[in-house]
């Protein structure tokens, strides 16, 4: 849309397009989040309401909301940044002058991929765990991003191809970190209530989001430092140490990950269960 249109009318397009999106889920989830509204409205008149400091505090104490914070952080700044590099890739690597047409197809390959892997995550998370899933999406990032570092350089092949070959399963790692944060954050918020007998969604998901947004900015600052390394086709170095810099972001992620151990339904007795196992 950038090469053909320009960049004014490309974030409009995008603009309306993620406004219509969005409240077309908001309307799916209306009804019911009015009605969930309500029946914690009427729980929160029995017992007594917290101060919003001490909201966040008592989250800060959640072991698993501490686990799950770091991981979340450093899988979404990995996937940020090789996503991210592609336009740069396209141009220095690829040799596309206008790369906006390569860069749509490579996100496309990887969009397509993740549209055909979701239904099997999923499928995969209801006969394992959520929590295993997400897991093994970090693990496979980590692994597969630093091979980044040699895709359009291998000799034999077109540049293209290795492009697009990679980019394909870039799309396995994005299914992870698209489906299951929301949802292994209200079984964090599931196990805050076992806890204190307190229901704080609100905080931890705003918490959430915040974080979200910090990284949101971090992940291009580490771009352009990694970029100022080099961002040339004479010399790429910079593009090419994106990829492993990714892979160790994504697996230090499933390293603290690993301490994670809550059940997918959370109760008093799913989490003793879990504890003592």
Do not use: H
């Not at 009804?31 to 909201?55: F, G, P």
């Not at 954050?185 to 307190?198: E, F, K, L, M």
Request: hydrophobic share 50%; charged share 15%.
């Amino acid at each position: 849309m950038s090469d053909s249109f320009g960049f004014v009318a490309m974030a409009i397009i995008v603009a309306a397009v993620a406004l219509v999106s969005r409240y077309i889920a908001l309307t799916g989830a209306w009804r019911r989040s009015i009605e969930v509204s309500q029946e914690i409205y009427e729980e929160d008149q029995k017992v007594e309401r917290l101060s919003v400091w001490n909201s966040i505090t008592t989250c800060l104490r959640n072991d698993q909301f501490l686990v799950f914070l770091p991981s979340f952080v450093l899988y979404s700044v990995g996937v940020q940044i090789i996503t991210g590099v592609l336009p740069f890739y396209v141009e220095s690597v690829l040799g596309r002058d206008e790369p906006g047409a390569m860069v749509a197809v490579l996100s496309a390959c990887a969009l397509g991929v993740l549209m055909l892997i979701l239904p099997f995550a999923i499928l995969l998370a209801r006969r394992r765990s959520k929590r295993q899933v997400y897991g093994w999406g970090m693990l496979f990032a980590g692994l597969y991003f630093p091979l980044f570092a040699i895709a359009g350089f291998l000799p034999g092949i077109p540049v293209v191809a290795q492009g697009i070959t990679f980019a394909l399963l870039i799309g396995v790692a994005l299914a992870p970190v698209q489906t299951f944060p929301n949802a292994l954050i209200a079984d964090i918020t599931d196990y805050d209530t076992v806890r204190t007998g307190q229901r704080r969604e609100a905080v931890y998901y705003a918490t959430q989001q915040t974080l979200e947004k910090i990284a949101g900015a971090a992940g291009p600052g580490i771009l352009i430092a990694l970029l100022a390394l080099g961002s040339t086709a004479d010399d790429p170095l910079g593009i090419r140490l994106v990829g492993p810099v990714a892979g160790v972001l994504a697996l230090a992620g499933y390293i603290v990950f690993r301490r994670f151990w809550l059940p997918d339904n959370v109760t008093e007795e799913s989490v003793a269960e879990a504890r003592s196992s």
